[in-house]
């Protein structure tokens, strides 16, 4: 009996430092902001739709649970939002994903009179997490860009 579990105690190690292995070379998924619209104006909140890219480089799909976000305009932060929308995300492959996020009153009053004077072209940052079954605490990213206005 101690040989049977010995055996089986080998293969669960064996096991686990191949699952190990195997999430340790997976390369980060690339995300970049695709699109923004707006969903809902109300008095104190604003809801916009926020899309996103993600890229896997990996030669196997990653099946996404969730995502966490964080948008900043020029500097400042303008909306946060989350999904638990599940996606799998093909290998060697791309994917859009729409999240709600929102924002309040007085940092959409701010960053509206902001756009208004300046002219230049809006500086954006996304930043967040990406969750993986195989990663508890999630896989982080960001992104910035500029975005020039009509």
Same mark, same amino acid.
């Given at each position: 009996? *101690?040989?049977? /579990?010995?055996? *089986?105690?080998?293969?669960?190690? &064996? ?6 292995? /195997?999430?340790? =070379?997976?390369?980060?998924? @690339? ?16 809801? &916009?739709?926020? @899309?996103?890219? !993600?890229?896997?480089p990996n030669d196997v799909s990653l099946d996404i649970k969730g995502v966490q976000? @964080? !948008?900043?305009?020029? $500097?400042? +932060? &303008?909306?946060? $939002? ?8 093909? #290998? ?7 999240? =709600?996020?929102?924002?309040? !009153? @007085?940092? %959409?009053?701010?960053? %509206? =009179?902001?756009? +208004?004077?300046? $002219?230049?072209?809006?500086? *954006?940052?996304? #930043?967040?997490? /990406? %969750?993986?079954?195989?990663?508890p605490d999630g896989v982080s990213f960001?992104?910035? $860009?500029?975005? =020039?206005?009509?």
């Amino acid at each position: 009996m *101690y040989k049977c /579990l010995k055996k *089986y105690v080998l293969l669960l190690v &064996f096991l686990l430092a191949g699952c190990a292995g /195997l999430s340790g =070379n997976l390369e980060k998924p @690339s995300v970049s902001l695709a699109g923004l619209s707006v969903a809902e104006v109300g008095l104190l909140e604003q809801r &916009f739709v926020l @899309s996103l890219r !993600l890229t896997n480089p990996n030669d196997v799909s990653l099946d996404i649970k969730g995502v966490q976000l @964080s !948008l900043d305009v020029n $500097g400042q +932060q &303008f909306a946060e $939002g989350v999904s638990s929308e599940a996606v799998t995300l093909p #290998k060697l492959g791309s994917v859009l994903v729409k999240l =709600n996020v929102t924002t309040s !009153l @007085s940092t %959409f009053i701010q960053q %509206f =009179n902001g756009l +208004q004077a300046s $002219g230049k072209p809006i500086a *954006y940052r996304i #930043k967040g997490k /990406l %969750f993986l079954p195989l990663r508890p605490d999630g896989v982080s990213f960001e992104r910035q $860009g500029e975005v =020039n206005l009509p």
